[in-house]
C-alpha cells in the first residue's frame, strides 16, 4: 500500500506562483511513476502532469505545458509541481496519484493510477 498527502495549495493571484507536494510512504518501491490531476467544480477530473521514475520521462497537458513544473525529490520521497504564470482556469482541487505500471500512453489517464492523495485546493484570484 502507498500513502499519499498533498500541501501546498491556497489562494494566488492571477500571474502567481504556487508549489505543490505530495509526500509519499508506505511501499514506495511499487511506485512506477506518478502524476497530478485536477478537478474544477462542476467539471472532471483532468490530467496535468507525469513523470515516470527511473527515466525521469515527464508529460504535461497542453493547458499546463510551459507554465507547470513536474519534479521529484529522492532523499525525502516528495513530488512536487511547480505552477507558475497561474491563470483563473487552473482552480481546482489538486490531486497526485501514484502507479506500479506507469507507462506513457497511459499517463493521462487517471483511471490506471491504483494510489491517490486526498487533495489539495489552489483557488487563482483575478
Known amino acids: 500500500q502507498v500513502q499519499l498527502v498533498e500541501s501546498g495549495g491556497g489562494l494566488v493571484q492571477v500571474g502567481g506562483s504556487l508549489r505543490l507536494s505530495c509526500a509519499f510512504s508506505?511501499?514506495?518501491?511499487?511506485?512506477?511513476?506518478m502524476g497530478w490531476f485536477r478537478q474544477a467544480p462542476g467539471k472532471e477530473r483532468v490530467f496535468v502532469a507525469a513523470?515516470?521514475?527511473?527515466?525521469?520521462?515527464?508529460y504535461y497537458s497542453d493547458a499546463v505545458k510551459g507554465r507547470f513544473t513536474i519534479s521529484r525529490d529522492n532523499t525525502d520521497n516528495t513530488l512536487y509541481l511547480q505552477m507558475d504564470s497561474l491563470k483563473t482556469e487552473d482552480t481546482a482541487v489538486y490531486y497526485c496519484?501514484?502507479?506500479?505500471?506507469?507507462?506513457?500512453?497511459?499517463?493521462?489517464?487517471?483511471?490506471?493510477?491504483?494510489?491517490w492523495g486526498r487533495g489539495t485546493q489552489v483557488t487563482v484570484s483575478s
Open positions: 508506505g511501499r514506495t518501491s511499487s511506485i512506477a511513476g
Open positions: 513523470r515516470r521514475w527511473g527515466s525521469g520521462s515527464t
Open positions: 496519484a501514484a502507479d506500479r505500471r506507469f507507462s506513457t500512453n497511459e499517463a493521462a489517464d487517471g483511471a490506471t493510477y491504483e494510489w
